[in-house]
């Protein structure tokens, strides 16, 4: 069974560092490309960047480029998005998701349950 | 990037009835080399992530009911829920993969009348 299962929630002060996981099984996790989906409280889905765990390759929304890291350990079958410095308008709902059909870039076939990113001080 | 627009906003559909909801991409999304349109469709209840409907603007998923179905091609697609029912109710949300950045439309909400 495919799945792919996030790291809990945070709650972060800003300015702080966080890096929230997504933890794949039930495929070849290397053969995917992983994306990391954000909804803000309210609003759409934005897509924000995705990464292929055989050799880290990522490409950025250019709206987050240099705003968060996507990475991935592949030995461990897990995908990473990482801040160094967070604010508050990162407070939001982040997804991991597979798109289907490699080796394209194509729909969301599996999402992970979620992970809320809240940054308060 | 690739804009994505959907309307209407909210619709209210009686149980039983016919749903439509649309979807404009500010290019085609079709492929020459394949022919195939570039577009997925996703149902978004609260508290849930989003759950793949339709892809290749037409192609519904394994295990979708058949009641959801997809049509349109280049620029302009369709989402039909032809019998609403109660569980139906959520946020519908099309999506491009034709390039990156991959883009989402805003979401149609639909809700029982």
């Known amino acids: 069974e495919v799945q792919l299962v996030q790291s809990g929630a945070e709650v972060k002060k800003p300015g702080e560092s966080l890096r929230i996981s997504c933890k794949a099984s039930?495929?070849?996790?290397?053969?995917?490309?992983i994306a990391w989906v954000r909804q803000m409280p309210g609003e759409g889905l934005e897509w924000m960047g995705i990464?292929?765990?055989?050799?880290?390759?990522?490409r950025y929304s250019p709206s987050f480029q240099g705003q968060v890291t996507i990475s991935a350990d592949k030995s461990i079958s897990t995908a990473y998005l990482q801040w160094s410095s967070l604010k508050a308008a990162d407070t939001a709902m982040y997804y991991c998701?597979?798109?289907?059909?490699?080796?394209?870039?194509?729909?969301?076939?599996?999402w992970g349950q979620g992970a809320l990113v809240t940054v308060s001080s | 990037d690739i804009v994505m627009t959907q309307s209407p906003d909210s619709l209210a559909v009686s149980l039983g009835e016919r749903a439509t909801m649309n979807c404009k991409s500010s290019?085609?999304?079709?492929?020459?080399?394949?022919?195939?349109?570039?577009l997925a469709w996703y149902q978004q209840k609260p508290g849930q992530p989003p759950k793949l409907l339709v892809y290749?603007?037409?192609t519904r998923e394994s295990g979708v009911p058949d009641r959801f179905s997809g049509s349109g091609s280049g620029t302009d697609f369709t989402l039909t829920i032809s019998s609403l029912q109660a569980e139906d109710v959520a946020v519908y949300y099309c999506?491009?993969?034709?390039?990156?950045?991959?883009?989402f439309g805003p979401g149609t909400k639909v809700d029982i009348k």
């Open positions: 039930g495929f070849s996790f290397t053969t995917y490309w």
């Open positions: 990464i292929y765990p055989t050799d880290s390759e990522t």
């Open positions: 998701a597979r798109h289907a059909g490699p080796p394209g870039i194509y729909y969301f076939d599996y």
């Open positions: 999506q491009q993969y034709y390039r990156t950045p991959i883009t």
């Open positions: 290019q085609s999304v079709v492929y020459s080399s394949d022919n195939k349109n570039y």
């Open positions: 290749w603007a037409s």
